[in-house]
């Protein structure tokens, strides 16, 4: 089997998990030749792929809400994001269905790109933004809120609860939202908060991944070919008058069946042991 195949197989029998992951590498591979600038090193990814923070820009291309979040400005940055996609995947599966890691993954990705649009506009600065940062981060602190005190094993350090990671990444965040790379912390912060509201409106009986899976399956159904049912002809036999007819089974009388269970206890077990009652009934029965 080739590796193409062999990539092929993987993705058609693997889950949503490396579903994401193949989408998120593949096209970073496939944006190389596309949109990377070789004389300056760095990727240009136009506005309908990558989130602006013009306000008018993301109204008029609402997609790229969604498609910010499956590219990268790098191979180190594709690499790291994959690293703990991988990790919180893992764990958010755990509990929770594949739908609503789907529904979870877009709507923080949505939710963090609506924020960065809403704070470099009150900031006054323009910039765009690529990453599955946010969406990875939502999931991440998704699972942490439903099960903070569970243990994680790490290698070097050993056994810490997953509470201190998440924690640790999100201290990190804040302390670096001034020093570079603004928008990205932002968004990062922005879906680590919705994972937490997520999980709270979950536990009130609210999924709000439903949304995203009834969407998918509308398009799903309206796209997909119908399957015409032939036309058959159905002959119908014109219904014959009902003959009422006499019950051939006969039913024995109450008296006689009642008999019938005295005389099997004696057989079984004599005489003695009848009741004071079948005794009785059984004296008046034989006059």
């Given at each position: 089997?080739?590796?193409?195949?062999?990539?092929?197989?993987?993705?058609?029998?693997?889950?949503?998990?490396n579903k994401m992951i193949y989408w998120n590498v593949g096209l970073f591979i496939l944006s190389?030749?596309?949109?990377?600038?070789?004389?300056?090193?760095?990727?240009?990814y136009p506005t309908w792929l990558a989130v602006s923070s013009e306000p008018m820009?993301?109204?008029?291309?609402?997609?790229?809400?969604?498609?910010?979040?499956?590219f990268h400005q790098g191979f180190m940055h594709l690499f790291f994001n994959m690293m703990v996609l991988h990790f919180s995947s893992r764990l958010f599966l755990t509990y929770f269905t594949q739908k609503q890691y789907l529904g979870l993954y877009l709507l923080s990705a949505v939710f963090a790109g609506l924020i960065y649009v809403l704070s470099f506009y009150l900031l006054g600065f323009s910039s765009t933004m690529v990453g599955a940062s946010a969406a990875i981060m939502g999931l991440l602190v998704a699972t942490t809120t439903y099960q903070p005190l569970m243990e994680i094993r790490l290698l070097l350090?050993?056994?810490?609860?997953?509470?201190?990671?998440?924690g640790v990444l999100l201290l990190l965040d804040l302390l670096q939202?001034?020093?570079?790379?603004?928008?990205?912390?932002?968004?990062?912060?922005?879906?680590a908060f919705f994972g937490y509201i997520y999980i709270k409106l979950l536990q009130n009986g609210t999924d709000l991944s439903?949304?995203?899976?009834?969407?998918?399956?509308?398009?799903?159904?309206?796209?997909?070919?119908?399957?015409?049912?032939?036309?058959k002809k159905v002959h119908v036999n014109p219904k014959k008058p009902m003959v009422k007819r006499e019950s051939k089974i006969v039913t024995k009388d109450k008296t006689q069946q009642q008999?019938?269970?005295?005389?099997?206890?004696?057989?079984?077990?004599?005489?003695?042991?009848l009741t004071?009652?079948?005794?009785?009934?059984?004296f008046k029965a034989g006059k």
């Open positions: 089997m080739s590796i193409l195949e062999d990539l092929k197989w993987q993705y058609r029998i693997g889950g949503i998990t190389i030749p596309l949109f990377y600038q070789f004389k300056t090193g760095v990727f240009d820009t993301a109204l008029y291309q609402p997609w790229s809400l969604v498609t910010y979040a499956f350090i050993g056994n810490v609860k997953l509470w201190h990671i998440t939202i001034q020093l570079g790379n603004t928008g990205g912390h932002i968004a990062h912060l922005s879906g439903r949304f995203v899976s009834n969407t998918i399956d509308f398009f799903a159904n309206l796209f997909s070919p119908k399957k015409s049912t032939p036309f008999i019938d269970e005295i005389l099997d206890k004696i057989s079984q077990s004599g005489y003695d042991s004071t009652e079948e005794k009785e009934f059984l």
